[in-house]
């Protein structure tokens, strides 16, 4: 498997998984124009991608993904019954093309070619969030982002994996001296909101081990989030746990609308 993150945060979130008989993205919250420029910087072609995983139906995740299906029709896309319900309902997103639309659900683990998923729900203020497990080759990709808090159910599913996709979104002290309003500050740290550099970190530690090499530390807030505090932390927990940690385990950044580097897992 290979894997990038093209971008991350409010801004929009969009990542590229490549097995050897798929390209797919997972989430799609950007125009269908940025998302072909930032495919094309790590050498994908747009017209080659066959499938797209929504995780939830907040538009940073899925306001590219009617467009991609109206304008590729090659494109086999995944959520579950809630996410696809929401987005027919509200019409956010625009017509979507019923011969596209496949559902996983929270619990299902469904094989693909050469591809295995599993769906796992999380806790986030959406219509049904949930996100994935990839494996193919042996090799297993965890991706994990907008949930509150990590369940001990979320964490069995995760636990072990060869690379990781974390949300880091917020410093606590930052969010509490930043520009966000009282309610919007306890919407983010609510168990529907997001994760804070010590509860990823906190989580990371329980579920790493010596064979995991790259955790892309995503979803981080412009706003309430610097890439050294996450680093910062993440570093300072792992060795405070004495964590099962490889010795050459990759601390990835990740911005918005710039895509990391492709790993080959």
């Known amino acids: 498997m290979q894997f990038a993150v093209l971008s991350s945060g409010s801004a929009g979130n969009c990542s590229l998984l490549m097995t050897d008989q798929h390209k797919i993205l997972m989430d799609a919250g950007l125009s269908g124009k940025k998302t072909k420029e930032l495919l094309a910087k790590v050498g994908v072609a747009i017209e080659d991608l066959d499938i797209v995983f929504l995780s939830h139906d907040h538009g940073d995740h899925s ?47 469904k094989c693909y ?66 520009p966000y309003p009282w309610s919007l500050q306890q919407r983010v740290r609510s168990d529907h909101g997001h994760l804070s550099n010590e509860q990823a970190a906190e989580t990371l530690a329980r579920v790493i081990s ?3 090499k790259h955790v892309f530390m995503a979803h981080r807030s412009q706003q309430n989030n610097l890439n050294y505090l996450a680093r910062d932390v993440a570093e ?17 950044d990740t911005e918005p609308m710039a895509p990391s580097h492709l790993i080959n897992l």
Not at 70 to 79: D, E, I, M
Not at 134 to 159: H, M, P, W
Not at 236 to 252: F, I, K, P, Q, T
Request: net charge negative; hydrophobic share 35%; glycine share 10%.
């Open 113 to 178: 070619g050469d591809l295995e998923v599993t769906a796992f729900a999380t806790s986030h203020d959406a219509a049904q969030p949930q996100y994935y497990v990839f494996s193919s080759g042996g090799k297993r990709l965890a991706c994990l982002t907008d949930t509150g808090y990590v369940s001990e159910e979320v964490e069995y599913e995760i636990q072990d994996a060869d690379a990781y996709l974390l949300e880091f979104n917020y410093d606590d002290l930052m969010l509490r001296s930043g």
């Open 210 to 212: 010596s064979k995991t």
């Open 236 to 252: 300072e927990v792992l060795a405070a746990r004495d964590a099962d940690v490889a010795s050459d385990l990759e601390l990835h």
């Open 63 to 109: 306001g590219g993904m009617g467009v991609l299906m109206r304008r590729y029709p090659q494109l086999n896309a995944f959520s579950n019954t809630g996410t696809w319900k929401y987005l027919e309902e509200t019409g956010k997103i625009g017509c979507l093309p019923k011969d596209q639309i496949n559902v996983i659900e929270p619990g299902q683990t």
